[in-house]
């Protein structure tokens, strides 16, 4: 079992998922519970994994690889290195998380969660796969049953706003798609194998010629996952429609998946092109920040801000890829993770609360504490890490992406600080509105979360966020020497200049 | 002397021609009141049979006939799609007999007598073969477009299809006539000859574009696409699914056979027209497919598109192209009759093709909806289902072929179809229905529609065998131009 661990990842959920087509959709218990079993069972290995992959070795660790599509070199091939090692943990945390806050469905349950699982299991096959094709083939398996989760289960416009974020994402999937098969006919090596290509390219490097239009197909094309300026307007809206679950799964992780595919197929294949390029992904990120931040302040739903919020905090991220160096790197990665819990929890906790209010509206809420203490505690501390203070997790990824980029853009550093002072604002104004203050008559009957199965979610969330804060070199020291290969790699390759 | 005929080369036209005669024969005896459900049953039953008999028959090679019939790969994998197809669609008839009224064995047997006219365009390596073969295959499509004699639409849908389809058959013919007098052959292989020693004439440019409007009428590629729409909507729903998959399919091997093998030659100049064109019918096709309302016409320019996409393959002209067209052709064979199996069997129990009609049926029918669901989101192309690997190989072969605009622009139809496909997705899942009452499914039916729901699933998860067979079907092909 120890050695084909990253197949189990994604067999148990398989066997989760068949499972569900076979009972019976009165039987919700059983569906329940055959769902929760299906999502703790990956996050249990996700942890073995963290724990079994040997950070001071560095590479990739526990491969599997089976020959599927001979003729174009497709194969699965599965493998960890100390990032997405850390994003599988992430993942294998929220889709937990998602699928316990997941109880107070009553409507179309078997089909909720045969939709739910689809989108976990694609989501780790993503992370997972150390193939191109499969990395691609399984990013985009969550599109449509995210896509029926909004329509179905969401709220306000709720069809529109699904449809919006599949089209949106849809478009960058393609664009990313060319990339990629020109990425792959460009190197002439007949294969998607990422570590094969990555060895070849070392040594040749992709023309100059060829880098200059492939990496902006790939940049552009998983930056509207990442929500880059100006295609984020998908996300605020979707987020707010959907259900908690995916809320939280796709501001938590799944937004992630861009990211990651930057740093994987531009970063590390294309290191030329994005010396070329990354300087107006820089700038790009700044307005990501600061106008995503400002639109965040004006806002009165709670859902909407954390949307902002979220597209704001992508432009760290941003910034980060942009300095193209370790600090910089390793900030980027361990903010994946960070703000993946954080608005894994914002989202929850906004869930629990508009399930029983029904409304999100800051100037309907006020007072709230007073009858869910615990809840609201959680989202003061949500705020405060997302804020960036320090002892949460956000603290030291952001601080790190900062120094990364001091260097070399520093203008624009400055300004990225400036979009920490604006989540503070809008976030203490969500507190001071929806929390605090005197409490309205009609929400005299809201109740707490009140056992301790409906605060585990909440807990396990606020625990992670505050142990990576509170000890960063656990997860630093995992993920550094993948992410140093990664900028390595980079400037042991010549210049744009020599390779003329 | 009689030239040596090798028979078993065309064992399986000889075979179906054999079934065709017996159950013309088996009309005159057997008994009135249950010949049409017995016709069904033998059919049903010999055409398994030939479906098994000829999965084994992919080591056939060769030419016959003073080289009119050729036997290869090619011809091997597209009578396997129309067997296929063929055996979609009389399930489908089955279904749809209701409709057709009594005396339906004429029906079955028009659908052999196209089934033979496809097998043989598939081996036609002579243009008076090919000529004759489309023929017999159009013919019997009139017919049956026509056949809901009470029904306005289907005489409007047969009288566009045959004055259309004869404009379009008068077109080859005189395009075949200018090539004899340019080559003086009308046998493939000495045109293939004259197209490898001379250079492109005026005179050879305007034999191929008429030829072409032929196989783009087949394809139904813009502009050759007017009677799709309308035909598409009018004939009975089995027929629009022959025509669909079928038809489009034998469209495609004459493109094969004769822009990719005969005037391969001439590839590279006609290569930017085939690439205009495709980009052109996907637009064209995804855009009108937007605003429809009525499914058939929905299918009919959503069929548009997808005929674009496969053009890109005849763009490219490679190796890989063309075996995109044909792992493309082998997924949307399976995701279309899906499409529409669910739609015979939604009109038959509420006597309605409309879209809006659709809304809530994941509550009326499980399986109806989900088996409606996969062939939708197959048909956008999105994994893990056979459109998708579809689409992949035929990007990749355009960008190969270096039109990076081409497959951008495909990127945006892929896009704008999404939206349309996800509209009925999400009508037929989230909308309540204005009729709540349960639409059955038999459990044959349910057979059926699971068994095209395991192969768009099958072929989009295990693209390897699929893929290979693809192309062998290419590299083994006769007049492959190196």
């Known amino acids: ?500 | 002397m009689f030239p040596i005929i090798a028979w078993h080369l065309i064992s399986l036209e000889l075979l179906m021609t054999f079934v065709l005669v017996s159950l013309i024969l088996a009309a005159i005896f057997l008994p009135k009141d249950t010949l049409d459900d017995w016709i069904g049953l033998l059919s049903f039953l010999a055409l398994s049979g030939l479906i098994v008999f000829w999965s084994g028959q992919d080591h056939l090679s060769g030419m016959t006939f003073n080289g009119m019939f050729v036997m290869d790969s090619l011809a091997w994998f597209f009578k396997e799609i129309f067997l296929l197809a063929m055996a979609f669609v009389l399930v489908m008839v089955r279904q749809y007999s209701k409709s057709l009224g009594r005396r339906r064995n004429e029906f079955y047997l028009l659908l052999w007598l196209s089934l033979i006219g496809m097998c043989f365009i598939a081996s036609s390596a002579d243009f008076l073969l090919m000529f004759i073969a489309l023929e017999i295959l159009t013919i019997s499509l009139y017919v049956m477009t026509a056949y809901l004699k009470s029904d306005k639409l289907s005489i409007e849908a047969g009288m566009k299809y045959l004055i259309l389809g004869s404009l379009a058959s008068g077109f080859f013919l005189y395009g075949m006539s200018l090539l004899y007098g340019a080559a003086h052959s009308t046998h493939f292989e000495a045109i293939q000859h004259f197209s490898a020693t001379h250079s492109m004439t005026m005179m050879t440019l305007f034999a191929l574009v008429l030829i072409f409007s032929t196989v783009g009428f087949k394809i139904a590629a813009v502009p050759f696409h007017m009677w799709v729409p309308d035909v598409y909507q009018g004939a009975p729903t089995p027929v629009t699914a022959l025509l669909s998959v079928g038809s489009k399919a034998a469209g495609f091997v004459i493109l094969i056979r004769l822009f990719l093998g005969v005037f391969a030659p001439w590839q590279s100049q006609l290569s930017l027209m085939l690439a205009i064109i495709a980009a052109l019918t996907m637009t064209y096709g995804n855009l009108v497919a937007m605003s429809q309302t009525n499914i058939k016409r929905f299918m009919g320019y959503s069929s548009i598109s997808h005929a674009g996409y496969m053009l890109m393959g005849a763009a490219a002209g490679t190796v890989l192209g063309v075996s995109g067209i044909n792992f493309y052709l082998l997924g949307y064979l399976f995701t279309t009759m899906a499409a529409f199996l669910v739609i015979v069997v939604f009109s038959m129990a509420t006597n309605s093709d409309e879209i809006q009609d659709y809304a809530g049926l994941s509550k009326r029918s499980g399986v109806l909806a989900f088996t409606l669901l996969m062939a939708l989101v197959s048909l956008a192309g999105l994994p893990p289902l056979a459109g998708f690997f579809g689409k992949f190989i035929l990007l990749m072969a355009v960008i190969d072929r270096g039109y990076l605009w081409l497959a951008l622009v495909a990127g945006v139809n892929i896009v704008i179809s999404l939206y349309y496909y996800l509209m009925i997705a999400k009508r037929i899942y989230v909308d309540l229905p204005r009729n709540a009452s349960p639409i059955p499914v038999s459990p044959d039916m349910r057979l059926v529609l699971g068994a095209a729901v395991i192969g768009i699933v099958t072929i989009g998860i295990v693209q390897g065998p699929f893929l290979n067979a693809a192309m062998t079907a290419v590299k083994g092909m006769f007049l492959l131009h190196p």
């Open chain 1, 1 to 500: 079992m120890i050695n084909h661990m990253l197949s189990w990842i994604l067999l148990l959920p398989t066997v989760g998922l068949g499972l569900l087509f076979l009972v019976p959709a009165g039987n919700v218990p059983l569906l329940r519970r055959i769902s929760t079993v299906a999502a703790l069972l990956p996050f249990l290995l996700s942890i073995g994994v963290f724990i079994a992959y040997d950070h001071t070795a560095g590479g990739f660790q526990l491969v599997e690889k089976i020959p599927w599509v001979v003729p174009f070199g497709i194969s699965y091939h599965l493998g960890v290195d100390g990032i997405n090692s850390l994003l599988i943990l992430l993942l294998g945390i929220v889709s937990f998380c998602a699928v316990l806050i997941s109880d107070p469905v009553k409507d179309r349950v078997k089909e909720y969660y045969i939709l739910l699982l689809v989108t976990v299991i694609g989501a780790y096959g993503a992370f997972l796969s150390l193939d191109i094709f499969f990395f691609f083939f399984l990013h985009e398996l969550a599109a449509v049953p995210v896509f029926l989760m909004i329509a179905i289960w969401g709220s306000d416009r709720k069809e529109h706003a699904a449809m919006k974020l599949t089209l949106y994402l849809a478009s960058g999937a393609t664009l990313a798609l060319i990339g990629l098969i020109a990425l792959y006919l460009a190197s002439g090596l007949h294969t998607f194998d990422l570590i094969q290509i990555q060895q070849y390219l070392a040594v040749h490097p992709l023309p100059v010629a060829s880098q200059v239009w492939i990496f902006p197909l790939i940049v552009i094309g998983f930056g509207i996952t990442l929500t880059l300026w100006p295609f984020y307007t998908w996300a605020p809206e979707g987020y707010a429609a959907a259900p908690t679950s995916i809320s939280m799964l796709h501001a938590g992780v799944l937004k992630k998946m861009g990211a990651y595919a930057i740093i994987r197929f531009a970063l590390l294949l294309m290191p030329q092109g994005a010396h070329i390029w990354m300087p107006l992904v820089a700038v790009l990120a700044i307005v990501n920040i600061v106008f995503c931040g400002l639109v965040a302040l004006t806002q009165r739903d709670l859902k909407y801000i954390l949307g902002y919020s979220s597209c704001s905090h992508m432009g760290y991220i941003l910034l980060g890829l942009a300095c193209l160096n370790t600090i910089g790197l390793n900030g980027v990665v361990f903010l994946m993770f960070a703000h993946g819990i954080m608005a894994a929890l914002a989202f929850a906790l906004v869930g629990f609360v508009s399930r029983q209010t029904h409304t999100r509206d800051l100037d309907r809420l006020g007072g709230l504490i007073q009858r869910m203490p615990f809840i609201a505690t959680c989202f003061m501390m949500a705020v405060l890490a997302s804020a960036g203070v320090p002892g949460f997790a956000n603290f030291p990824a952001e601080i790190m992406i900062l120094l990364g980029s001091w260097g070399q853009y520093r203008i624009l550093s400055i300004c990225a600080v400036s979009g920490l002072v604006i989540t503070a604002i809008y976030m203490l104004k969500a507190i001071r509105l929806g929390f605090h203050g005197d409490i309205k008559p009609q929400w005299s009957k809201l109740t707490d979360a009140r056992t301790p199965l409906a605060k585990l979610p909440f807990v396990l969330l606020l625990a992670v966020l505050l142990l990576a804060g509170c000890w960063p070199s656990l997860i630093l020291k995992h993920i550094d020497l993948s992410t140093k290969t990664i900028v390595e790699a980079d400037h042991a390759r010549p210049g744009p200049e020599s390779t003329r």
